[in-house]
C-alpha cells in the first residue's frame, strides 16, 4: 500500500512538472502548450486523489483490528474520538512503515485527555520495533504533559499507559481517557489472546 502511494504521487509530482514546463514554452497566440497543461493538471489531480485514497485505505486496518479497538473502547471510552491516520504513525508515533502491515487507532482530540486505543499487526518479526517506537511515545508524551499543571490528569495516564504484544506480532497501546476508571491491563491481555 505505501509503495502504491508513493508511486502514485510520483506519477503526480512528474505530471505537474510537465504542465509546468509546458505552460513555460511558447507564444501567447498558441493553444497546443494550454492543451497540454490541463491535461498534465487532471492527471496529476487524479493521481493525487488516488493516492489519498489509497492512504485512507491503510488507516481502515482489517475486520480483526476493529473487532480489537472495539473491544477496547467498550472499556476505554474515548472522547471527541480522532482517527489515527497514517502521518500520525510516522511522525507521531515513530514507527517505520515497513515495521507494520495494518493499524487501527483512535484518540481524544480534547485539551488535556491524552486517551488512546491503538492496535498495530506489525510485520513478521518486527513486533518489539513497534513496542519500543510507543515506548518512546510514550515518553515523549509524559514530559510534554509535564508542562502543564492542568494536565496532570492526563499525565498520570500516559505514566500508565498499557502496552503489549503477543506471538502474532499483534501489538496493542492504550492510554485511559480521564473518564476511564477500567482495569485497562485486562482489556489488553483479552485482545492479545494472554
Not at 5 to 10: H, N, V
Not at 133 to 147: S, W
Request: hydrophobic share 45%; with cysteine; charged share 15%.
Amino acid at each position: 500500500m505505501k509503495i502504491r502511494a508513493k508511486m502514485i504521487l510520483s506519477t503526480a509530482a512528474v505530471a505537474l512538472s510537465c504542465a509546468l514546463l509546458a505552460g513555460c514554452g511558447g507564444s501567447s497566440s498558441s493553444s497546443a502548450p494550454a492543451a497540454s497543461s490541463q491535461a498534465a493538471s487532471s492527471v496529476a489531480s487524479s493521481a493525487v486523489s488516488e493516492a489519498a485514497s489509497a492512504t485512507a485505505e491503510g488507516t481502515n486496518g482489517t475486520d480483526a483490528l476493529d473487532d480489537a479497538v472495539n473491544t477496547l473502547l467498550d472499556t476505554n471510552p474515548i472522547s471527541n474520538q480522532f482517527e489515527i491516520a497514517a502521518m500520525n504513525i510516522e511522525y507521531d508515533f515513530g514507527i517505520q512503515a515497513d515495521d507494520i502491515t495494518s493499524y487501527k487507532g483512535v484518540k481524544s482530540n480534547d485539551n488535556g485527555d491524552a486517551g488512546l486505543v491503538l492496535v498495530i499487526q506489525a510485520a513478521a518479526g518486527k513486533a518489539q520495533n513497534v513496542v519500543d517506537a510507543l515506548t518512546t511515545y510514550q515518553k515523549d508524551q509524559v514530559a510534554f504533559y509535564g508542562n502543564y499543571a492542568e494536565f496532570a490528569q492526563a499525565q498520570s495516564n500516559v505514566e500508565n499507559a498499557v502496552i503489549g504484544s503477543n506471538d502474532s506480532d499483534l501489538v496493542v497501546m492504550v492510554i485511559a481517557s480521564n473518564e476511564c476508571s477500567a482495569d485497562l491491563s485486562s482489556a489488553v491481555d483479552s485482545v492479545l489472546g494472554k
